[in-house]
């Protein structure tokens, strides 16, 4: 007897969001390490009373355990300034990269409580005025590529291999749905084989929980060119990851507005999903300063807007509650973008879109 698998439950997030972006562009929130640098925090606050074998100074991500008042804070700053998303502070909250801390041992902890946190002020707000609050459980890329070898010698090298990424993504995933996440941002992607294993991590948890878990997908350019560090245009990445139906698809940090604006319009112009897209505060200065304010971030952003090119709008890396603010300013009145209906033909990807015409 062959057993059909249960259908998963669906998402009432996903369908509640969907309505959202109907009716307006959404506001995602802003960068969180920079605003957490504001708070000159120490060794001392960082690493709290957990006792482990390395420094935890900047290990953002620790301080949902040791400092959450810090995150709770900034999440609370971005819902004031008119964010509808926060997106947890959960970036290297997996198993590789808090290897670096010797903290590999709490990522689901970190997860668990970071999404928590967010949910919690996410529900406070909506219970203020009844407007929808989203959480976007976000997954960094680690720092360990599976398409490149970091050994310019041996070119068959990995550090990981695709199971073990999976494996990692899938606790982190897990432990993100736990503590109330209603999607997972699957976000600056600079190799596009380890998002497609995030992809994987999600649906595993998925069969496992019985339930559907919507995608946010985002990649980061690495040069004006288009590309990511694994090679793949804007377009070929769209094709590589469409099979995923995220429920939104974009690009952040990397550059500012200026920069993406050839790029967004590209991505808007092919795919049939929503389109979110977070810059950067401009570009860093000599001292890795952001210095662009946030009318000129807004009144950059608002030209995607203007020509229908956006759904979710938000900040990277120097963007701050009061960029968040400006952009929400500067958009509430436009209409959102409507989603691109391609023409049904084979669309493959290799490091360059391959397009079968009828």
């Given at each position: 007897m062959t057993l059909i698998p249960s259908p998963l439950i669906p998402s009432g997030a996903r369908t509640a969001?969907?309505?959202?972006?109907?009716?307006?562009?959404?506001?995602?929130?802003?960068?969180?390490?920079?605003?957490?640098?504001?708070?000159?925090?120490?060794?001392e606050d960082y690493a709290g009373t957990l006792g482990l074998a390395k420094d935890q100074k900047g290990n953002n991500d620790i301080l949902a355990l040791t400092k959450p008042e810090v995150p709770e804070s900034i999440h609370r700053a971005y819902f004031e300034a008119g964010a509808d998303i926060?997106?947890?502070?959960?970036?290297?909250?997996?198993?590789?990269?808090?290897?670096?801390?010797?903290?590999e041992h709490l990522v689901r902890e970190i997860n668990v409580e970071s999404a928590r946190l967010a949910r919690r002020v996410a529900d406070e707000f909506t219970a203020r005025d009844g407007k929808p609050r989203f959480v976007a459980g976000a997954i960094g890329p680690t720092n360990k590529t599976l398409s490149l070898s970091p050994d310019v010698n041996d070119p068959g090298f990995?550090?990981?291999?695709?199971?073990?990424?999976?494996?990692?993504?899938?606790?982190?995933?897990?432990?993100?749905?736990?503590g109330g996440a209603d999607f997972i941002l699957i976000e600056t992607v600079f190799d596009t084989l380890n998002a497609k294993a995030g992809v994987m991590s999600v649906r595993q948890v998925e069969k496992q929980l019985g339930?559907?878990?919507?995608?946010?997908?985002?990649?980061?350019?690495?040069?004006?060119?288009?590309?990511?560090?694994?090679?793949?245009?804007?377009?070929?990445?769209w094709y590589a990851i469409?099979?995923?139906?995220?429920?939104?698809?974009?690009?952040?940090?990397?550059?500012?507005?200026?920069?993406?604006?050839?790029?967004?319009?590209?991505?808007?112009?092919?795919?049939?999903?929503?389109?979110?897209?977070?810059?950067?505060?401009?570009?860093?200065?000599?001292?890795?300063?952001?210095?662009?304010?946030?009318?000129?971030?807004a009144g950059l952003v608002k030209e995607w807007a203007d020509h229908g090119q956006?759904?979710?709008?938000?900040?990277?890396?120097?963007?701050?509650?009061?960029?968040?603010?400006?952009?929400?300013?500067?958009?509430?009145?436009?209409?959102?973008?409507?989603m691109a209906v391609p023409e049904t033909v084979t669309r493959l990807a290799g490091l360059e879109p391959f397009i079968m015409a009828a």
């Amino acid at each position: 007897m062959t057993l059909i698998p249960s259908p998963l439950i669906p998402s009432g997030a996903r369908t509640a969001f969907l309505e959202q972006a109907s009716q307006r562009i959404l506001i995602t929130d802003g960068a969180f390490g920079t605003e957490i640098q504001n708070f000159k925090l120490s060794e001392e606050d960082y690493a709290g009373t957990l006792g482990l074998a390395k420094d935890q100074k900047g290990n953002n991500d620790i301080l949902a355990l040791t400092k959450p008042e810090v995150p709770e804070s900034i999440h609370r700053a971005y819902f004031e300034a008119g964010a509808d998303i926060a997106e947890t502070n959960t970036f290297s909250a997996n198993r590789i990269s808090q290897a670096d801390y010797a903290a590999e041992h709490l990522v689901r902890e970190i997860n668990v409580e970071s999404a928590r946190l967010a949910r919690r002020v996410a529900d406070e707000f909506t219970a203020r005025d009844g407007k929808p609050r989203f959480v976007a459980g976000a997954i960094g890329p680690t720092n360990k590529t599976l398409s490149l070898s970091p050994d310019v010698n041996d070119p068959g090298f990995r550090e990981i291999d695709w199971d073990h990424l999976v494996d990692v993504y899938a606790e982190q995933v897990h432990a993100l749905v736990e503590g109330g996440a209603d999607f997972i941002l699957i976000e600056t992607v600079f190799d596009t084989l380890n998002a497609k294993a995030g992809v994987m991590s999600v649906r595993q948890v998925e069969k496992q929980l019985g339930r559907e878990i919507p995608i946010m997908m985002s990649m980061t350019l690495t040069d004006l060119s288009g590309r990511n560090l694994s090679g793949h245009t804007v377009e070929a990445f769209w094709y590589a990851i469409r099979h995923a139906r995220p429920l939104t698809v974009g690009l952040n940090c990397s550059f500012g507005a200026t920069q993406l604006r050839p790029h967004v319009k590209a991505l808007s112009e092919i795919a049939d999903t929503l389109i979110m897209v977070y810059p950067n505060a401009g570009l860093p200065n000599e001292l890795g300063e952001y210095d662009e304010m946030p009318q000129t971030t807004a009144g950059l952003v608002k030209e995607w807007a203007d020509h229908g090119q956006v759904n979710v709008l938000g900040g990277c890396c120097g963007s701050t509650p009061a960029h968040i603010a400006a952009m929400a300013q500067a958009v509430k009145a436009l209409p959102p973008r409507k989603m691109a209906v391609p023409e049904t033909v084979t669309r493959l990807a290799g490091l360059e879109p391959f397009i079968m015409a009828a």
